[in-house]
């Protein structure tokens, strides 16, 4: 069965840290997509990134990058410099081929304060 | 290009009351999703439809849940007699999916919150 775990309920940052968001996950599914998405007070989930089972690069979008690493079954989120529009509650997600990718499995989201 | 859009973004409801919620998806994304937050916790999925086929449904989606999605754009969501641990956020996503084995990003809208009194 599959499950995405966020053992961080919540962090809180001076602004200009840096932080890192944990994600462990479980499959038995040998293709699989991981998710991070960031659900800021509106309630809209804002998609952050996409990597699939076999690409175990790590990768960098400006202030983000993601650690992804089959060996621990992480895939981990580090905000660089954070900022107080970075608070929100982050979510990582799961999606398999056994289930056709047909949906999400979520974690219960870590929540990120930042303060100025 | 709007986005996801859902209507209403709130409904409270007497218990027993039924109750709908729509969707728009992206022009063009052939995959809708509903999915349900309860405070506290990540989206659990409740169903999805492919154009206008409802291909899968949770076990979280009892009896009393309706969804279609006619002609395959807009979608509806509907609780009948609703219950107090109907209370919830409902996300609905969309995504375009071109083959059955690549899964793209879905874009979520802003929900439906729904409180049952």
């Known amino acids: 069965a599959q499950k995405v775990t966020q053992a961080q309920t919540e962090i809180s940052v001076v602004e200009k840290e840096d932080v890192t968001l944990d994600c462990v996950y479980e499959?038995?599914?040998?293709?699989?997509?991981l998710f991070w998405y960031k659900q800021p007070p509106s309630g809209e989930l804002v998609f952050l990134i996409r990597r699939n089972s076999f690409d175990e690069q790590n990768e960098i979008s400006g202030r983000y990058s993601w650690n992804f690493q089959k060996s621990t079954s992480s895939f981990n989120f580090t905000i660089t410099a954070s900022q107080v529009v970075d608070s929100a509650v982050y979510f990582c997600a799961l999606s398999e081929a056994d289930t056709g990718f047909q949906k999400l499995v979520f974690g219960t989201g870590t929540r990120l304060l930042v303060s100025p | 290009d709007t986005g996801v859009s859902q209507d209403p973004r709130h409904k409270i409801t007497k218990r027993g009351q039924n109750v709908t919620f729509r969707c728009d998806p992206i022009s063009e994304h052939n995959r809708l999703y509903w999915y349900r937050q309860t405070l506290g916790q990540g989206p659990e999925f409740l169903t999805y439809?492919?154009?206008?086929?409802?291909?899968?449904k949770s076990r979280l989606l009892s009896d009393r849940f309706s969804a279609e999605r006619p002609k395959g754009s807009f979608s509806t969501l509907e609780i009948q007699r609703t219950e107090q641990g109907d209370s919830a956020m409902y996300l609905c996503?969309?995504?375009?999916?071109?083959?059955?084995?690549?899964?793209?990003?879905?874009?979520f809208g802003q929900g439906t919150r729904l409180t049952v009194v």
């Open positions: 499959t038995r599914d040998t293709t699989y997509y």
């Open positions: 439809f492919q154009n206008e086929a409802q291909l899968e």
């Open positions: 996503a969309s995504s375009f999916e071109r083959h059955t084995t690549l899964n793209t990003e879905a874009f």
